[in-house]
């Protein structure tokens, strides 16, 4: 593991002057390279313990998960479904408490793994819960733990087919072992300043937040009212349109074009797949304006079989479940599997503008949709949805302006988005520098 000596804080961020220790020795443990001269390297075993006690008698009944990186209390309303009858085979959880989840290595080499509990209360057993004795500070092992993880040192002491961990691989880990003292002063620092790095994010994530609204906002108004400011304006009846262009019409969807369904062909029949027909599904249209390519493709004798029909480029491919409402453009002849429906517009319609007007619809689109095993849109539901159609000529303009507009906003999204990967990667690289001594702090 490659860690930085010298970490620069991104713009606008706390400054944080650090630096490196007087002199170091070899740790004897490759990827932890060298340490502090008077820090240690010890096994688990001789700080850290297993807590092996139960809920027996339901002393407790604060139920905690594990969760994105972070231990938190389960509402009420979330203990349905797959729970147990009794909670008594739970672990206790006391605050300052490791819980490690130590399961399916081999296949989730993305989530955190493991976090600090701030809470009293109990966990599946399905956990490892690790105490630390006197000698060690928790809240120190934490972030050490928090930096094998993302940089995923934990992922080669699993053992089995899944490539589970148990106690008795953390009991023989190797581990850095500064002094009592200047682990709780480690243990402060990271608290102060990873919080100031985490309110830094957040109001970014506000700010990214504010200019989507303002897009839909800018969207909403222009294909509702067009972008002459003057305009003379009439109530269109339908509550989530509101006012529009008193020349614009109001009209149903399936006065806009043909709308075709979309099939799956047999996945037992080997030559149905594999082929060359772009074939999109639910999981194909992801935070993209035109699409020209899938995740699978279906043969010819697939597409045959299974009696869908190929719309032309410029067709609109909108997602009728799981979820429903998310909206594409057809960048080519394709089809889609019954997740999808399209929509082959006559030419009197742009897709560019009817995209633009139903891709800020996808909360009416969802309370359309009817089903108990899951929620999907009917083909009635979506015919008989509204539209508002201005003249095909504004229809352009209207596509070309809030293409303009809309532009500008995300590239100050993506800038955004870019400074909240900086100061991820920031407190990724200070969190790891600090637990292993290759910084010191001040």
């Known amino acids: 593991m490659n860690y930085k000596t010298e970490l620069t804080p991104p713009m606008n961020s706390t400054t944080i002057k650090l630096q490196v220790y007087t ?10 390279g060298d340490i502090p001269e008077h820090w ?28 994105y990186g972070k231990i938190r209390v389960k509402n009420d309303n979330e203990l349905t479904g797959l729970v147990p009858e009794s909670f008594e085979t739970y672990q206790f959880v006391n605050k300052g408490d490791l819980i490690f989840r130590p399961t399916d290595l081999q296949n989730d080499t993305v989530s955190l793994r493991s976090s600090i509990s701030e809470f009293d209360g109990i966990i599946t057993n399905a956990y490892l819960n690790l105490r630390f004795k006197k000698k060690a500070d928790s809240k120190f092992y934490h972030y050490f733990f928090r930096s094998i993880d993302n940089n995923k040192i ?4 699993g053992s089995g087919l899944r490539q589970n961990i148990s106690y008795l691989d953390f009991r023989r880990f190797q581990f850095p072992f500064p002094p009592l003292q200047e682990q709780t002063a480690i243990a402060k620092f990271l608290d102060d300043k990873t919080a100031k790095i985490d309110q830094a994010i957040v109001i970014k994530q506000q700010q990214i937040d504010l200019l989507k609204q303002r897009r839909q906002i800018l969207i909403h108004k222009a294909v509702t009212q067009g972008i002459n400011p003057n305009v003379k304006l009439k109530d269109s009846g339908v509550e989530w349109i509101g006012m ?31 082929g060359d027909i772009t074939w999109v599904t639910p999981s194909d249209i992801n935070n993209v304006f035109i699409i020209d390519n899938s995740e699978r493709l279906i043969s010819k004798a697939g597409y045959k079989s299974c009696g869908t029909t190929m719309v032309p480029k410029g067709s609109l491919i909108l997602t009728t479940r799981a979820p429903i409402g998310k909206i594409v453009i057809a ?9 999808c429906k399209s929509l082959v517009l006559n030419k009197d319609f742009i897709s560019d503008y009817l995209y633009y007007q139903i891709s800020i619809c996808s909360d009416i689109l969802n309370s359309l949709g009817t089903g108990t095993t899951f929620m999907e849109l009917s083909n009635k539901a979506l015919k008989n949805f509204l539209l508002v159609i201005p003249t ?16 500008k906003i995300a590239k100050v999204i993506s800038l955004k988005e870019q400074e909240i990967e900086k100061l991820k990667q920031y407190k990724s690289s200070l969190i790891d520098g600090v637990v292993t001594g290759k910084v010191k702090i001040n």
């Open 244 to 274: 529009i262009a008193e020349h614009w019409e109001v009209t149903k969807l399936k006065n806009t074009g043909k709308l075709i369904n979309g099939a799956t062909p047999s996945s037992t029949i080997l030559n149905f797949w594999d």
């Open 154 to 157: 934990i992922y080669g002491l």
């Open 331 to 339: 960048g080519k002849e394709l089809c889609t599997n019954q997740g």
């Open 40 to 67: 240690e390297v010890l096994p688990g075993l001789n700080f850290i313990f297993e807590n092996m006690d139960r809920n027996k008698g339901m002393k407790r009944n604060t139920i905690l998960s594990l969760s």
């Open 392 to 407: 095909k000529k504004e229809q352009i303009e209207i596509s070309n302006y809030i293409e303009n507009a809309t532009d």
């Open 23 to 32: 002199s170091y020795k070899p740790s004897g443990v490759e990827w932890l």
